[in-house]
């Protein structure tokens, strides 16, 4: 019985081996194909993670142009109405400097701002431009006012002379 065991458990030993070596055989290709999945996977992220961000990118610097759009419209109205301001204050037609400059650049930013906002754009430029153009009207009638008002004041001030 007991050779009859040992002839067994060499069989089984025999099998096991065999078996083994097969499976060992196996092992290396899985783990190669296992860090090659690893690796591809790796790459992909990277890959959308960049593209993610260049897209973020674009979309800052298109974003910052239109802020520069639209601060540069506001310091184009701020220095028009300082030298309207001005004017009406004083008389003095050498404060219109700025006012008669940004008229000028006025209408390449309100182009620049029709381009820079297309229609998909939160902000309604339609709206924006009637503004402007309104808030442009406003400070033209002002210094119109203010001229036909010094031009009244002298005709008066020659009648006056005349009548003394």
Request: proline share 1%; aromatic share 4%; net charge negative.
């Amino acid at each position: 019985m007991t050779s009859n065991n040992n002839t067994h458990l060499s069989d089984v030993y025999q099998r096991n081996k065999a078996h083994g070596s097969r499976s060992s055989r196996k092992w290396p290709h899985i783990l190669l194909a296992l860090g090659c999945a690893i690796a591809l996977t790796l790459l992909v992220t990277n890959y959308l993670q960049t593209s993610l961000g260049v897209k973020a990118l674009e979309n800052l610097r298109a974003q910052a142009h239109q802020l520069d759009v639209i601060d540069r419209l506001q310091l184009q109205l701020v220095n028009a109405e300082t030298g309207v301001r001005g004017y009406l204050l004083t008389g003095d037609r050498v404060f219109l400097e700025p006012y008669n400059n940004t008229r000028e650049q006025l209408d390449e930013t309100i182009a620049d701002l029709r381009v820079t906002f297309d229609s998909a754009s939160v902000v309604d430029v339609a709206t924006l431009i009637a503004d402007v153009n309104q808030h442009q009207r406003l400070m033209a009638q002002a210094v119109a006012a203010e001229d036909a008002d010094r031009a009244t004041a002298r005709e008066s001030a020659e009648a006056g002379k005349e009548a003394m």
